[in-house]
């Protein structure tokens, strides 16, 4: 990756008049942003639809977009909804957190509208969008109809003929159910044809995509459910494990993520098609892929189903270079970034190194304890890596020093500053001036917001993934400092 900075935020954290950010208007201003405060990347998280408790980590699909972000005003420009219309319904209760009870109540509602208006319009491109994204399009339409039918219950609460997907019975679901089969399809082709032009005006202004690939999908997802035999299940469709991590310093339990595990004896069989098919879906999206628990590929941790904790969990060895050995035959050079965060054995760092994929740093992490020789001091950072603060994960700088004090203690030892506000400063220029090749940073830590502005606490149910920014955040003189040490260190 070239020598360059950038921001992580997600589409879901910019501003907008309709509850949550969009791929429209304030989208292109964030990309303008960054290029006048001469940045090179946008990071965000995982752009796919949102369920049950918001996360994006845990989607309906994997490939599809989330039509949550599709850009209101575009369809009014385009005839498909009047301004009117979608000012009648409620869209936020305060525009600096993202009510998602509202969006989900709203933006389906008024899509509707747009669909019963559009599908006639867009039928010939929406035929070519079907044709290049049939791999996974119409399982998501169907499932997401069946969801609808069977009152957005788990799929494997449905009846065990569209459990097994019976193909009379499913075929009998479509001719009743195409309209709303349609719509779903309309609004993916929306959301990707807004998507690719916002994409494109990155691409226009040099502003490179950072995405990201979560290791493990849902399980009450399409994927799932259209391709059972890839992942581990009983013959009640459950799951026989699931995903998490061992206890750790953080957790005396560990981690419990409940995602099912994949059948890679099965995927094998067919050199890893499924996968294929996601790394090539991901790679015309992004610039870069970040994978998420990239030391999951190499071995994973897995918890018996019904097990309430991640105590009584075993590792299992991953795909591995066998896998990585086949995308890349596959695909080239992969633009990959490895979130080589948790336990990391050394078998984890040759397979990284391997394909020389970047891995991350994250400066706070440094400061549990005053170890010169901590790999997460920038000036231990090799050039092949990713510098941070904190990600999404962790708290934003000004929270981390209220709620941190011995860490906050050990910074102030190490930098000689006195307060939060000259070791921030100090951080900054430390991170900066690193060897590392990016540095990407929270939105938060240049905006110097507090605990009221975190993504996401891991482990927690309640808050997540709602932080937003607003109209006034866009103003340039909150991001000279930024500037400065950009030029400063030649990553302009």
């Known amino acids: 990756m070239e020598r360059g900075s950038g921001i992580l935020l997600h589409i879901s954290s910019l501003p907008s008049n309709y509850g949550i950010g969009t791929f429209g208007k304030e989208a292109y201003c964030f990309i303008r942003l960054l ?7 946008w990071q965000f998280l995982p752009l796919s639809p949102t369920g049950y408790k918001d996360s994006p980590y845990q989607s ?14 575009d369809l009014i420009q385009n005839q498909l909804l009047k301004q009117e219309e979608v000012d009648a319904l409620t869209w936020y209760q305060t525009k600096d957190r993202v009510d998602y009870g509202l969006i989900y109540e709203n933006k389906e509602k008024i899509l509707w509208l747009a669909y019963q208006r559009g599908y006639a319009k867009y039928q010939k491109m929406i035929q070519i969008f079907m044709r290049k994204n049939q791999f996974w399009l119409e399982d998501y339409a169907l499932f997401m109809a069946l969801k609808k039918y069977f009152h957005q219950q788990p799929w494997t609460q449905w009846e065990i003929d569209y459990k097994i997907k019976k193909k009379n019975v499913i075929h009998r679901f479509q001719e009743e159910n195409q309209d709303w089969i349609q719509f779903y399809i309309f609004c993916q082709f929306i959301a990707f044809k807004q998507y690719q032009k916002l994409k494109n005006f990155a691409k226009a202004n040099k502003i490179q995509l950072i995405g990201d690939c979560p290791i493990y999908v849902n399980f009450d997802s399409c994927d799932v459910w259209a391709n059972q035999r890839l992942f ?5 469709y459950y799951p026989t494990l699931v995903a998490g991590v061992p206890p750790d310093y953080f957790s005396k339990t560990g981690q419990l993520w409940g995602n099912p595990i994949y059948n890679y004896e099965q995927m094998k069989k067919d050199d890893y098609h499924w996968w294929t098919l996601r790394f090539q879906h991901l790679l015309k999206l992004y610039d870069y892929v970040r994978l998420d628990h990239f030391r999951g590929f190499e071995a994973y941790y897995a918890i018996p189903f019904k097990e309430t904790t991640a105590l009584h969990g075993k590792w299992y060895a991953g795909p591995g270079k066998t896998f990585f050995d086949l995308m890349t035959q596959k695909f080239g050079q992969t633009p990959f970034i490895a979130e080589d965060l948790g336990i990391i054995t050394d078998s984890v760092q040759l397979l990284k190194d391997r394909y020389h994929f970047p891995g991350l740093k994250i400066l706070l992490f440094a400061f549990d304890s005053l170890d010169e020789k901590h790999p997460y001091l920038p000036k231990n950072y090799e050039k092949n890596c990713i510098g941070y603060i904190g990600t999404h994960d962790n708290s934003p700088f000004f929270e981390y020093v209220k709620q941190n004090q011995n860490g906050f203690l050990n910074m102030k030892k190490y930098y000689q500053t006195v307060d939060e506000n000259t070791t921030y400063e100090a951080i900054m220029d430390d991170l900066f001036a690193s060897d590392a090749n990016v540095i990407i940073l929270q939105i938060q830590d240049i905006l110097k917001q507090d605990e009221k502005s975190r993504m996401n606490v891991p482990g927690s149910d309640q808050g997540n ?25 030649q990553r302009d």
């Not at 290029?35 to 990347?41: A, E, L």
């Not at 309906?60 to 005003?73: E, G, K, R, V």
């Open 465 to 489: 993934w709602q932080y937003r920014i607003t109209h006034n955040d866009f103003d340039f003189k909150k991001y000279e400092f930024i500037v400065k040490l950009t030029i400063k260190h």
């Open 35 to 41: 290029k006048k405060t001469k940045q090179k990347y």
């Open 60 to 73: 309906f699909s994997t490939f599809a977009l989330n039509p949550y972000f599709i850009d209101l005003d």
């Open 232 to 236: 581990l299940l009983d013959t009640q």
